[in-house]
C-alpha cells in the first residue's frame, strides 16, 4: 500500500491558488482511475483505488499547508506505512511551469507543507515536484502562491494535470522514467513540422514534368508565312 498526498490549502478560497496545486493532481487522479468518493479522515480528506498493480491512498490535508504532517503523520501510523511508501505531490517554485520532476530525499527548500512533513516523518519520502515558476523576488513569493493560475496558464496546467494522471500508474510501480516520459508527451508533445519536404514524383509524374519543360511554344504564324519560310 502507498499514500499519495498533495499539497493545498482547504476551502474553495484557496482551491485555484498555485500553492494547491498537489491537490489539483491527486482530485484528477481521483477522477480519472476511479477511486472511491472522498471521505473526512486523518485531519484530511482520503480515497483509495488502485494503480498499477499496488493498493493507493489518496490525502489532502486540511490541516492548513503549515500544518500538513500532522495529517501525513496519522495516516501513515494508522496504516503502519514507512515513509518510502509516501509520495508528496506539491508546487515548486524553483521549476519552470508546467515541469515536472520525481525526487527522493532531500531538504524542503522553504516550502512550509515539506517543513511541516520532515517535522513529523522525516525527510526520506518521495517528491512529485510540480513546476509554477518564480514571481522574481523572494517578498513577492507569499503574495504569489497564494494567488490563483491566470487563464493564460490553463492550457499548460490541464496538460500537466492530464499527463500526471496518464503516468501514475507507472509511479505506482516504481518506474519514474515512465512516469516522466508520459507527463512530457502531454506538456511538450512531438509537433508535426509545417515544412514537410514534397513526396517525391513517380517516374511518369517526372517524364510529364520534363515534356511540359520542354514542350515547344504554339506556332502563332500564318499560313502564308509558314510556306515563306519553307523556302527560306
Not at 517528491?127 to 513577492?140: A, M, Q, S, T, Y
Request: contains cysteine.
Amino acid at each position: 500500500m502507498q499514500l499519495f498526498v498533495g499539497l493545498g490549502n482547504p476551502g474553495t478560497k484557496y482551491a485555484k491558488n498555485r500553492h494547491n496545486i498537489g491537490f489539483m493532481a491527486l482530485d484528477q487522479i481521483a477522477s480519472d482511475h476511479g477511486f472511491s468518493p472522498w471521505k473526512s479522515k486523518f485531519q484530511g480528506q482520503i480515497c483509495e483505488g488502485r494503480l498499477g498493480g499496488d493498493k493507493v491512498l489518496l490525502l489532502k490535508p486540511e490541516t492548513f499547508m503549515n500544518l500538513s504532517g500532522q495529517s501525513v503523520g496519522e495516516a501513515m501510523r494508522f496504516y503502519k506505512m514507512d515513509v518510502g511508501d509516501v509520495t508528496v505531490f506539491h508546487d515548486e517554485l524553483d521549476l519552470a511551469p508546467g515541469k515536472c520532476r520525481v525526487k527522493m530525499g532531500g531538504g524542503h527548500a522553504g516550502h512550509n507543507g515539506l517543513r511541516s512533513i520532515h517535522g513529523h516523518i522525516g525527510e526520506d519520502y518521495q517528491r512529485v515536484r510540480l513546476g509554477i515558476g518564480h514571481p522574481g523576488r523572494k517578498d513577492l513569493v507569499s503574495a504569489y502562491v497564494l494567488h490563483d493560475f491566470p487563464k493564460a496558464d490553463d492550457e499548460w496546467l490541464n496538460n500537466l494535470l492530464w499527463g500526471i494522471s496518464d503516468g501514475v500508474a507507472s509511479l505506482a510501480d516504481g518506474d519514474k522514467g515512465r512516469f516522466q516520459n508520459a507527463v512530457a508527451l502531454k506538456t511538450n508533445p512531438p509537433r508535426s513540422s509545417n515544412n514537410k519536404p514534397e513526396r517525391a514524383k513517380t517516374s511518369d509524374e517526372s517524364q510529364a514534368a520534363v515534356k511540359s519543360a520542354t514542350k515547344p511554344e504554339p506556332d502563332s504564324r500564318s499560313a502564308l508565312q509558314k510556306l515563306a519560310d519553307k523556302f527560306r
